[in-house]
């Protein structure tokens, strides 16, 4: 018995209540917590250490709620609310058909599936790394866990040295498999451990399409979040999950689907071009060539928002995007952004939320 303590001193160890003490072991977040013989108190392994997740996070992960599970350029994480206010049928908390075809991390999808009943879901990217990472999430998130998990305690177990021999042979392994068109459990498992561990959770790759992000310099980085990959997983058993063109979507779209579009933004700057998240460009011309979409979708009855940068942050005469959405409803919202990754203008500029309702 002295090899293990109780609920309350461990509690008092870890600056918790007996409450959360008795959920962690409930939970199975304690290797080697028992039942003391008939009784329902717990004892705990005398040297065991607190888990270390947050207190809110195990309880957002346990309510089933699902937030991305990558870091990517343009997430929408801060204009959420903004964008909320737009989600048309929150007071049914129900929606019949969302699509979201330049789905990349997918705040807004998650916040839309976090807080109403979807009964068809459509999410694109023209990136085939980023949507087979969805498609294993969503097929195979057993295999996926476990292979995860298996390199986080390996990398974690590692000395810096060894550490980045690991994270260039787990990036060389990507391309390789990227370059033979392999998507499958092994692909998502590095496109995950890559975001986890690169420089800033960046996406970019070089001309000839190899991932070329350099390593970060995160000490305890968190590469499998089992938690959130099973609830993100639950969310998306009836996602159509499309690797292609947004355009393809039309299809799927009617009168009755609400539809966010999240372009790759139209640069500030001309120094900021910002285009690599695939091989694939994305410059004026696309742009237009989606306002056009946007009008034939609009005419089959659909709720459309769209989002993009405000051309008058840098020249307060570039009528660019309110020309090409003539017809549509053009809000100015606050967000926190760098203008240009070059120059220090950070800090508050207007983003665009283009809608046709
Ligand atoms: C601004 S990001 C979306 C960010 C996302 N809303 C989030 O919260 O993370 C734009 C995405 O569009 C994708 N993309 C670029 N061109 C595309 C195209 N023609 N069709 C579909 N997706 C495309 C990119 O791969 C990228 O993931």
């Known amino acids: 018995m002295d090899d293990y303590i109780s609920v309350q001193t461990a509690a008092k160890k870890w600056k918790v209540t007996p409450r959360w003490v008795n959920d962690y072991c409930n939970n199975g977040r304690i290797p080697g917590a028992k039942r003391w013989e008939g009784k329902k108190d717990w004892l705990i392994p005398k040297n065991t250490k607190k888990p270390v997740d947050a207190r809110t996070k195990t309880a957002k992960a346990k309510s089933g709620e699902a937030k991305p599970f990558l870091k990517w350029a343009g997430g929408k994480g801060q204009l959420l609310t903004e964008i909320g206010k737009y989600y048309p049928f929150a007071e049914k908390k129900h929606i019949k058909k969302y699509a ?37 999430i969503r097929d195979n998130s057993d295999e996926l866990i476990s292979r995860l998990k298996t390199m986080e305690s390996d990398y974690l177990a590692k000395d810096a ?9 787990a990036r060389a392994r990507f391309n390789a498999l990227k370059r033979d068109g392999i998507r499958d459990a092994e692909a998502a498992t590095l496109m995950i451990f890559l975001n986890r561990t690169c420089f800033n959770g960046l996406y970019r790759v070089n001309k000839a399409g190899d991932y070329n992000v350099p390593m970060g310099a995160y000490k305890n980085p968190q590469i499998c979040n089992e938690d959130n990959l099973l609830n993100v997983s639950k969310k998306l058993q009836n996602a159509n999950i499309i690797c292609g063109d947004y355009k393809d979507s039309a299809s799927f779209i009617d009168d009755k689907t609400f539809v966010y ?13 910002f285009t690599s998240y695939t091989e694939h460009l994305f410059d004026d011309s696309k742009q237009l060539e989606l306002a056009n979409f946007v009008q034939d979708l609009d005419n089959k009855g659909a709720l459309i928002v769209i989002s993009n940068s405000d051309p008058k942050n840098t020249d307060e005469n570039d009528n660019f995007f309110d020309d090409a959405y003539s017809k549509q409803n053009i809000r100015r919202v606050a967000a926190n952004r760098m203008i240009n990754r070059n120059s220090d203008a950070r800090g508050k500029i207007n983003e665009l939320l283009i809608t046709n309702f």
């Open 100 to 136: 979201e075809p330049f789905v990349g991390g997918g705040a807004v999808l998650f916040d839309v599936l976090n807080k109403h009943t979807v009964d068809e879901v459509y999410i694109s990217d023209i990136n085939a790394e980023l949507i087979n990472t969805y498609i294993t």
């Open 161 to 169: 040295d060894a550490r980045k021999k690991a994270y260039l042979e």
């Open 261 to 273: 579009f999240d372009p790759p933004y139209r640069p500030l700057t001309k120094t900021a071009n």
